[in-house]
């Protein structure tokens, strides 16, 4: 394979840096202590690639968040009532009789577990939330301190919820993030 010369301004090169340890701090972290032989981080000569990525990655998501707004209010089972239902295999890491609690298949954070209530009961998003739905609501927060404990993440961890197409909400049942492992930034968004 030949080589070829691609110019990068040092500026460039720090974003795509930022841009792997913010999207794949794992990654970063293992290609760092030297444990990630096999799934090198991009070179160089890759870095513009990884940008691109990282871009059509957002997009992507804005484009799934506006395709489940539009068939949000269809009453159709979603994916998460499959995986209550145990028609989709999952990582369960904690259930009880309203709440599951599972690994992300996407995860943004060493830890990244999803808690969905069993029963949506017209809970699609936070924003549809009434005074009925406040047990269930603490409920999960509860469950999600749990979920740190038991994933060790019980000293710094953040809990996410998106609601409605403009924060990227791709699936509404409602559900809650829990994320941890690293340091988080601020602002999140």
Not at 87 to 104: G, Q
Request: aromatic share 6%.
């Amino acid at each position: 394979m030949a080589a070829t010369s691609v110019f990068f301004s040092p500026l460039s090169l720090l974003r795509c840096s930022l841009a792997i340890r913010t999207y794949a701090p794992e990654a970063f972290i293992s290609h760092r202590l030297g444990r990630n032989r096999r799934s090198p981080l991009p070179s160089i000569s890759n870095s513009g690639r990884c940008l691109r990525h990282i871009a059509a990655s957002t997009t992507n998501e804005e484009a799934s968040a506006k395709a489940a707004a539009a068939s949000a209010e269809s009453g159709a089972p979603t994916i998460f009532d499959k995986i209550i239902a145990k028609e989709i295999p999952s990582t369960i890491v904690y259930e009880d009789d309203k709440v599951l609690a599972f690994r992300d298949i996407s995860p943004q954070a060493p830890v990244h577990v999803l808690l969905i209530p069993k029963l949506r009961d017209g809970l699609t998003e936070l924003g549809k939330a009434e005074s009925r739905h406040g047990e269930i609501l603490g409920h999960l927060l509860y469950v999600a301190k749990i979920v740190a404990e038991k994933e060790g993440i019980q000293d710094g961890f953040r809990v996410v919820i998106n609601n409605g197409q403009q924060a990227c909400q791709s699936v509404y049942h409602l559900h809650l993030h829990v994320l941890g492992g690293r340091q988080m930034k601020w602002p999140p968004g």
